[in-house]
């Protein structure tokens, strides 16, 4: 179900069973996260809420939510298609604010407060997605979001630059047109396509790139042979020429001078065992480095930054918001700020 119905909806539904008004409230630019802004009134009182809408609240993506609206929770209403019973506890239990597409809620503020918890949930609540919220489809949104202009070249250079079939690539733009994320436009005449919803595309590409794709990525844990080689790991960078590139909190240090990395992640295209050598790892399943598989084609890179060392910003930031430290999430922030907005 796209995100869009989830919302409207949940809100229909709501306002039916309770005779309470909730409604979205237009705004120009959305602070944060944040998918929408709704207000909720009964009678003279009322309240508005930051809006985050989910399908499916999975135990995967829980605490990337929770770390999201840590801040401010009280400030926040979770629209989803469908929560687990123990989420929902988890949530009502941290006094967060949740609303189900069958109207099953929890909701108190500025004195309201809304409990439902017997209204049936269809048996067909899983969405019925198609291959662009798995591994080809992630890896195509991640070139489009990079570089949406990629939407009006030829669908072989898509192919090439996502790293996927090229029999895939029309499919894939279906899928984002059927979801709202991609229209027609008409500029003198000519058709083309237009990224819309860019924000909440990439919200969910976030979540779904570290519960889905990175696991199916990754070569193994290792550890540094000494303390120099840890301490000194950016002058291993400039010899490895498009060898290997740093991701999470190592690229972040590097595009944002703001953090001192304790955990290093390293993309490479090539073997292990030549990274082994030349940073000078040695195998520890509970090392401080990993090693995952490159899944975009490093020409994408010519798009972005300078520094082509480290892999694209989106990919840096998608490691670290869903950090449960704190500085981790600050740096996204200002990656997010420095290169995505």
């Known amino acids: 179900m796209r995100e869009r119905d989830i919302l409207e909806q949940a809100i229909r539904q709501f306002n039916s069973i309770t005779g309470a008004v909730l409604q979205e409230l237009p ?6 996260r944040a998918d929408a802004v709704a207000e909720l009134r ?12 989910k399908n499916e609240i999975r135990e995967q993506n829980l605490h990337g939510i929770l770390n999201q609206i840590k801040q401010n929770p009280g400030e926040w209403l979770l629209i989803c298609q469908y929560i ?15 609303l189900e597409t069958a109207g099953n809620c929890f909701i108190r503020k500025d004195g309201l407060f809304f409990y439902i ?7 067909h609540r ?4 198609g291959k662009l919220w798995k591994q080809a489809g992630l890896k195509f949104l991640f070139g489009i979001l990079i570089k949406p202009e990629l939407l009006n070249t030829p669908y072989r250079a898509i192919a090439e630059i996502t790293t996927v079939a ?7 733009i279906e899928e984002l047109k059927e979801e709202g994320y991609v229209k027609d436009g008409v500029d003198n005449g000519k058709t083309f396509l237009l990224l819309e919803n860019k924000e909440m595309l990439r919200n969910k590409w976030v979540e779904l790139f570290n519960a889905v794709l990175k696991p ?6 290792f550890r540094f042979l000494n303390k120099n080689d840890l301490q000194n790991w950016q002058e291993a960078t400039a010899a490895v020429n498009g060898k290997f590139y740093w991701g999470g909190e190592p690229a972040a240090a590097l595009l944002t001078n703001y953090l001192h990395p304790e955990f290093f992640t390293i993309y490479t295209k090539g073997p292990k065992t030549d990274i082994m050598k030349h940073l000078r790892l040695v195998p520890d399943k509970n090392g401080n480095v990993e090693i995952v598989d490159i899944f975009w084609n490093p020409i994408i890179l010519d798009y972005l930054t300078k520094n082509k060392h480290t892999v694209p910003p989106l990919l840096a930031y998608a490691e670290l918001i869903t ?19």
């Open 216 to 221: 199916k990525l990754k070569q193994g844990r």
């Open 42 to 53: 009964l009678g003279k009182m009322k309240t508005r809420f930051w809006v985050e809408i």
């Open 84 to 98: 687990p019973k123990p989420i929902k506890e988890e949530l009502k239990h941290r006094a967060i604010n949740y």
């Open 117 to 123: 918890n017997d209204k049936a949930v269809t048996k």
């Open 166 to 172: 090229l029999g895939n690539i029309g499919p894939f």
């Open 27 to 32: 705004v120009k630019k959305l602070v944060g």
């Open 126 to 129: 899983q969405p019925k997605e």
């Open 323 to 341: 950090s449960l430290d704190s500085r981790n999430r600050e740096t996204a922030e200002r990656i997010k700020q420095k290169y995505l907005d």
